[in-house]
């Protein structure tokens, strides 16, 4: 069975200051997506930054940017500067392929940010 | 260019009432997905449709049931509903049916049962 699982349900940060949520995951596919989705309170699902599972170069949005570990299944995005519009709940996502183009998420983690 | 739109944005059922939830994709996808999330929750998978044919199908049960229209929007109806079925139904498209396709979301319809 493929699963996310993100171990952080909150995070704070300070305004400017860098944070880092994790994720981690199971499948046995070898091609794979990533995603990382933030959910503001309006809850419209906004994609932060994707990953291919083949590709060995880390992906970089501006300030946004993640560390994938293939090996130890592991997908943490790290927010640079953080602003206080970063304040959302951050979903992991993963896409495998099979039949169905389905998204698998995590619990989501609540980042705050204090001014 | 619009993003994906779904309406109504509010809903008030009770207990037994049936629902209608509508979707719009982004123009040029011809893919809708449909996601439930439970307070607190990630989106769990419970449609896909791709050129007016069922693609995928989560694990729900037979009271949720879809449709995809020749402009490719979409409906998702809930009959005989329970208080359990309260959640954000969340609507996304992608252009095609592969996996290495991002799917957008809509702003979601928030369901009520009473």
């Known amino acids: 069975a493929q699963t996310v699982t993100q171990s952080q349900p909150e995070m704070s940060v300070q305004e400017a200051e860098t944070v880092t949520l994790s994720c981690t995951y199971d499948t046995s596919e070898s091609d794979y997506y990533l995603f990382w989705y933030k959910q503001p309170p309006s809850r419209q699902m906004i994609l932060v930054i994707r990953q291919e599972a083949y590709k060995q170069q880390n992906a970089t949005e501006n300030r946004f940017s993640v560390n994938f570990q293939k090996a130890a299944k592991s997908f943490s995005l790290k927010i640079s500067d953080s602003q206080l519009g970063d304040a959302a709940m951050y979903f992991c996502?993963?896409?495998?392929?099979?039949?169905?183009?389905?998204?698998?998420f995590g619990t989501g983690t609540l980042l705050a940010v204090q001014p | 260019d619009a993003g994906v739109t779904q309406s109504p944005t509010h809903l008030i059922k009770t207990r037994g009432q049936q629902v209608t939830l509508r979707c719009s994709p982004i123009s040029g996808h011809k893919s809708v997905s449909w996601y439930q999330q439970v307070l607190g929750q990630g989106p769990q998978f419970i449609f896909q449709y791709y050129e007016k044919e069922e693609r995928g199908r989560g694990n729900f049960p037979d009271r949720f049931s879809a449709r995809q229209f020749p402009n490719y929007s979409s409906e998702l109806n809930v009959n005989a509903l329970l208080l359990g079925d309260s959640a954000l139904y969340l609507c996304?498209?992608?252009?095609?049916?592969?996996?290495?396709?991002?799917?957008?979301f809509g702003p979601g319809t928030r369901l009520l049962v009473l």
């Open positions: 996502a993963l896409n495998y392929g099979g039949a169905t183009n389905k998204l698998i």
């Open positions: 996304a498209s992608s252009p095609g049916i592969t996996y290495q396709e991002t799917q957008y």
